[in-house]
């Protein structure tokens, strides 16, 4: 028998419900889609992120229901921000999905995925000029986000000697506190009035599309109808005032995945809204309010909803103490490098199989020389051994794409496919990985 010196916890009765106390409750994963997680550690580390094929497919299919059911005319377009993994791009374009990027990186890597230019989506704040003038060249869907950048596409259109089919970004009040109103022109001052009128003036412009992404983790689906109706209510003008033709609005993303927001009691499940809230009150609206003979096309730029419940994280105890406070801490081989979004979500937590004893208030930290370095500050956990290994999820959504290499290598990634078969899709870094590109002066050699 290990002996460990005795403490006393305070019990907080208050966490328990009618289904009991967490003093006794336990969640306990040891496989993921059939694949054993110890096999998975084994094999290629830990920490690892695993991601599912079986639920990136589900959460696809259910979401294209849900909209093609209510409105045949919906092409979805995979946010590169959100996982960029070739794999990952790769199954979602598969699927149906175009590609939405940001910058010039993620066009770069979409288009070196086989997307032709008329099949990506070109947003974000920031298009440095030669880029989007190869955007132009291959007549991508270019949502222009500043005045100063529809001159450039005017240069542009000028340099090619034709004209350039572009969209506008609109940013707009839809009781959605706080107003995402550093992107695009503004609705209510007359803004994106204005840059219509400029696109009207352009010799090269011809303004096809309207866009608005009204802001991330949206618990409510209500703001999506307001965003629709004020999309198709700038569709008219431009139309009937403008004489242009729009071909499409696109409604971005935002969709709310099943994480747990800090500060937020209650489940996701209950407050969370369904793909189909988000639907019927998109495609309601588009209806409702369409004053021309032709329904436009709608695009979604849906990332975090269709990948997040799709990503684990495999992590392993290496250690644990004792807190002066009395909470027990746990030293994790994954922390904050990895699991960026642990800022503003809990992840679900669960064992590798049922352990004794009651639970006991208790910290997960990660391997990093900081004090910030938490992933739960206060949970209910059993006594854990050495080498325990948890899931971490859902963190299939940023996560990946914004872990850091600070201070620890970035693990592997694999994908379970439908028929449980493992495939790597992204090898553990090494040193030569992290270094490539230094130089050494030669006064230092």
């Known amino acids: 028998m290990k002996y460990e010196k005795p403490v006393i916890n305070k019990v907080n009765f208050s966490m328990a419900s009618k289904y009991g106390s967490p003093i006794k409750t336990q969640k306990v994963r040891n496989e993921i889609d059939g694949v054993s997680v110890h096999e998975l550690t084994k094999k290629y580390g830990s920490p690892l992120f695993v991601f599912s094929e079986k639920k990136i497919e589900e959460k696809y299919h259910t979401m294209e229901n849900a909209f093609k059911s209510r409105y045949q005319n919906v092409q979805f377009s995979w946010s590169y921000k959100t996982n960029y993994l070739n794999a990952i791009c790769k199954k979602f374009h598969k699927l149906g999905s175009i590609a939405e990027v940001v910058s010039e990186f993620e066009y770069q890597k979409a288009r070196s995925l086989g997307i ?16 989007l003038k190869i955007a132009a060249e291959e007549k991508s869907k270019i949502h222009i986000d500043n005045f100063f950048e529809l001159s450039d596409l005017e240069k542009i259109g000028s340099e090619l000697k034709r004209t350039i089919n572009v969209a506008i970004r609109i940013n707009m009040f839809t009781g959605i506190y706080p107003q995402w109103s550093r992107f695009g022109f503004n609705y209510e001052n007359g803004e994106a009035y204005r840059a219509i009128e400029k696109i009207k003036e352009s010799k090269y412009l011809n303004l096809i599309g309207l866009h608005s992404h009204i802001g991330t983790f949206m618990l ?62 998109i495609t309601n609206a588009i209806y409702d309010n369409n004053k021309s003979e032709k329904l436009p096309k709608l695009y979604l730029e849906t990332g975090r909803h269709l990948i997040d419940e799709a990503g684990y994280l495999l992590t392993t105890v290496n250690a644990y103490k004792r807190f002066p406070n009395g909470f ?41 020389c900081m004090n910030i370095d938490v992933i739960e500050e206060n949970i209910q956990l059993p006594a854990l051994d050495r080498g325990t290994i948890l899931t ?30 493992v495939h790597i899709l992204k090898k553990a870094e090494k040193l030569e990985n992290v270094t490539n590109g230094e130089e050494l002066p030669e006064y230092l050699k």
């Open 328 to 368: 027990k801490g746990y030293v994790m081989d994954a922390g904050v490098n990895l699991l960026y979004t642990s800022t503003w979500y809990n992840f679900t937590v669960e064992l590798d199989k049922h352990y004794e004893g009651d639970n006991e208030p208790s910290v997960l930290n990660g391997p990093l």
């Open 392 to 421: 971490l999820s859902p963190v299939g959504a940023y996560n990946n794409t914004q872990s850091m290499q600070f201070i620890r290598y970035r693990p592997a990634t694999v994908l379970i496919d439908k028929n449980r078969n």
């Open 220 to 281: 409510d689906a209500k703001p999506y109808g307001i965003a629709t109706e004020k999309l198709m209510d700038l569709k008219f003008i431009a139309e009937s005032e403008f004489g242009f033709t729009i071909e499409y609005i696109d409604l971005g993303g935002g969709f709310a995945s099943k994480s747990q927001l800090k500060g937020v009691y209650h489940s996701p499940d209950i407050i969370v809204p369904t793909v189909d809230d988000y639907a019927e009150a």
């Open 116 to 131: 032709e230019g008329k099949d990506i989506i070109f947003n974000g704040p920031y298009k440095p000029y030669k880029d």
